[in-house]
């Protein structure tokens, strides 16, 4: 079993920043790309940011330079700081992460998070 945790989901003001953190724990073989991804009320999910394995990154067009995707790979971990946040980055962010588990055979997978929720409000 794998399990894709977030954390640090919150309220805070415009301008203010927030820094997520995700943990894959479980019988994991390897870690391929972790991403971020968000979902607003009514709209569809959007790619935030997503970092290769050799730590290339790549970000959605809307974060202009505001958020930044980063990784540990001995603990399973990504992570993403936002900052300069507007009243438009309100929405829950999951946390995606390409591996190959072990289960009763080797297999490749995409692991979700739960979800945390950010709030950007006055």
């Known amino acids: 079993q794998v399990q894709v945790v977030e954390s640090g989901g919150g309220l805070v003001q415009p301008g203010g920043s927030l820094t997520l953190s995700c943990a894959a724990s479980g019988s994991i073989y390897s870690i391929n790309a972790m991403s971020w991804y968000r979902q607003a009320q009514g709209d569809q999910r959007e790619l935030v940011a997503t970092?290769?394995?050799?730590?290339?990154?790549k970000y959605g067009d809307f974060v202009e330079g505001r958020f930044t995707i980063s990784r540990d790979n001995a603990k399973k971990m990504v992570y993403l700081q936002m900052n300069s946040l507007k009243p438009e980055d309100t929405a829950v962010y999951y946390c995606?992460?390409?591996?190959?588990?072990?289960?009763?055979?080797?297999?490749?997978?995409?692991?979700w998070g739960q979800g945390t929720l950010v709030t950007v409000s006055s």
């Open positions: 970092i290769s394995s050799g730590g290339n990154t």
């Open positions: 995606n992460v390409e591996m190959v588990a072990i289960t009763t055979t080797i297999m490749a997978m995409d692991a």
